[in-house]
DNA sequence: AGCTATATTTTGAATAGTCAAAACAAAACT
DNA sequence: AGTTTTGTTTTGACTATTCAAAATATAGCT
């Protein structure tokens, strides 16, 4: 049985989950439920048909985890999600803060076929427009661990690498302010108090909330 | 409500069924279900809720048509579908012969702004890779009707434009043959015994069957 | 230990789509 | 007119997915 759309959203949600919760940890059903945007004793359900299908692991009351088997399946979403982005702001001039849904629908029916021309066009692109980094087509998924704004050294020049978060006016509002991957920034200075971060963009200088600065990662030069 | 995959998946069946048979004439259950691929009993309870919502005219033991609504619906799946092949063979580089299973599905998925993208690329085609007309984006859709290998002039200059037939290994056939749309051949004799007509390609001669010839459309010079 | 708040699971019900087989209608053929 | 063939509809049942609300478990707090 190929997987259903509906079965790859959730083993999507669920891989996404795991990597931003500290790994060893099982997913709780609350968030998994609210990650594929479902009544929480709808997940319970599907978890359960998951688990039988050895996708999951599933401990009642405590959360899931994703077999290997569903991780190498999550990750082949992934890498279809992100290739197809990718060729949408490449080849279709779309934007970047457009794509994620477009590719939303695209990642469940693309073909094999498809999904490797894409890749030959792209040039086997390592990362999407947002960063990510796209899997290879045997499951290998790098994941570096970034710093971001939150956490980089002061008044250092560091590059904008990567954004956790497809918001399309988050997105906007980043292109808007030279804050989109690739381009060069400094931090000038963090204010607890205030909840907010100070960046210097081109010639900008743009405060933004410590909870978006957590969003955009960044390499120091 | 907007269509699922399945029913607009009814509604491009019963355009075809619909432009196949002359018109005037409801398509019948059977036939409607076997383009579908459905059971018969499948196809009447699936026509009875299109009713319901008005995009087919139903007849109980008759058969069924397109409403106007239905109609319109059904030509914009079918404007996705064509410009979804052309891109595939001009832009993706695939085989004329394989796009139809690819669009089958994306048709569903592709979002308006990615369709009106791909038919800009694409210079606003007028025809898709098998000379099957694109609708435009307000439903308009030509159908002028071309003479075949069955019934054009013998031994005159002719050119193919158009084949009405998906069938993978077909394609390839023609292609082989060199009988694509574009080509431009002659019907050098009919066998009515034979079942058979005998084709000038290129420097070949080509013998097929009479059903396979009535696929090929063509156009008198 | 007892109570409360929160998270999870169960239950009962709904919708969309499907099939196989029985029932039935229309057409075709004696 | 009576019978067979063919095509269509009905019936009963099943899978996948979902929700709301009730039941229950766990964790947190006196
Ligand atoms: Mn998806
Ligand atoms: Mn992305
Ligand atoms: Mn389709
Ligand atoms: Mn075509």
Chains 1, 2 share one sequence.
Request: some cysteine; proline content about 5%; overall charge negative.
């Amino acid at each position: 049985m190929l997987p259903s759309s509906t079965v790859e959203n959730y083993l999507k949600a669920l891989h996404q989950a795991e990597a931003s919760m500290g790994n060893e940890t099982l997913v709780p059903m609350g968030q998994l439920a609210n990650a594929v945007g479902v009544a929480p004793g709808t997940a319970t359900t599907m978890v359960k048909a998951l688990a039988e299908s050895g996708l999951v692991e599933y401990e009642p009351y405590v959360g899931v985890r994703l077999s290997s088997a569903g991780t190498r399946l999550a990750t082949l979403v992934l890498r279809r999600h992100r290739l197809i982005e990718q060729f949408l702001v490449e080849v279709m001039g779309m934007s970047w803060a457009d794509v994620h849904e477009d590719a939303e629908q695209l990642e469940h029916v693309v073909s094999d076929r498809l999904v490797e021309r894409m890749d030959a066009m792209l040039g086997h692109p390592a990362v999407d427009p947002h960063g990510d980094p796209i899997p290879t087509a045997d499951g290998a998924l790098a994941d570096p661990d970034y710093h971001s704004l939150l956490t980089c050294p002061l008044s250092t020049p560091v590059t904008v690498t990567r954004v956790t978060d497809q918001n399309s006016s988050f997105l906007r509002f980043l292109e808007a302010q030279e804050l989109k991957p690739g381009q060069s920034i400094e931090v000038e200075n963090r204010n607890s108090a205030a909840d907010s971060v100070q960046v210097l963009a081109g010639e900008r200088r743009v405060t933004i909330g410590t909870n978006a600065a957590s969003k955009v990662l960044i390499e120091i030069l």
